[in-house]
């Protein structure tokens, strides 16, 4: 009996470590479960992150729009010949020549040198090669380069232009579905001022995606000053310097008369005037 009693007692032992077992497992998967739940929040965290990476991506330097502008003044020997090589350079870069102005020596009256003027539009990627150009056709004695970066003006115009259409369509749908002429009269004069809205945007975009693509050069040529040119030696040039310093002091007194002409009118009358009467008293008084 006392032997059957501990077998009975070691049975519910075992029965009862059994049901403490199953417990715990059912309790593991339990959490196994929560476990299931938790990584798809995790693979939503995470989705977000990598949306927050797109979204610096798309503000890193690959999707980044900047507008380039640059200003040379080089000096050349002749604008005209060298107006040419900048334009040719431009064409063999794939841009063009937006404008052109060309003036001759003496054109505006004076003794102004020759000089040329040209705005050309090159491709973003080509402008470095273009002003590397500039150096062969010339002397460089002016650079400037500036960039702007417009990314955030050109979300915000392909977000509006987005929503412009979606609003665009969603009028069309109402007009479709109009029973009356008045919701069919309001819904064309919305589409009439959005669609006018969403041309001006789009050309405002369009603009502002060539002004990224091309960028704008502005190129003055000016010609080279005038050599010095140095006094001969010997007879030759003693006559030279001779004649050079004579018409020099034939000028400064001629100058000098010029200033002293409209004194001598002013003072000299008077002066002469009291002379001649002075001599005609003197002559009376004999």
Known sequence: MRRLRWLLALLCGVLLLAGCTSGSEEASDESGGGGVAAPGQDAGGEGVEGGGASGEDAEGGDDRQVVTTADAVVVVEDPSAAADEVAAAAERAGGR????????????????????????????????????????????????????????????????????????????????????????????????????????????????????????????????????????????????????????????????????LPWLVVVGLPVAAVLWFARRRRRTAG
């Open 97 to 260: 020549v937006d404008q052109r102005n060309e003036q001759a020596a003496g054109a505006d009256g004076t003794d102004s040198r020759p000089s040329a003027w040209l705005t050309v539009r090159v491709p973003a990627e080509k402008l470095s090669a273009v002003l590397e150009e500039l150096e062969s056709i010339g002397e460089v004695r002016q650079l400037s380069q500036d960039s702007t970066d417009v990314t955030a003006t050109t979300r915000d115009l392909d977000a509006r232009i987005t929503a412009l259409r979606t609003s665009v369509d969603r009028l069309l749908g109402i007009m479709a579905d109009a029973d009356d002429s008045t919701a069919l009269i309001a819904a064309e004069s919305a589409i009439s001022e959005r669609q006018a809205e969403l041309e001006s945007l789009q050309s405002e975009r369009a603009h502002l995606a060539d002004q990224v693509a091309m960028s704008t050069l502005r190129v003055e040529l000016v010609a080279q000053d005038d050599p010095v040119v140095v006094n001969a030696g010997g007879f030759l040039g003693g006559l030279r310097t001779g004649w050079d310093a004579l018409v020099s002091a034939v000028d400064g007194l001629l100058v000098g008369l010029g200033v002293l």
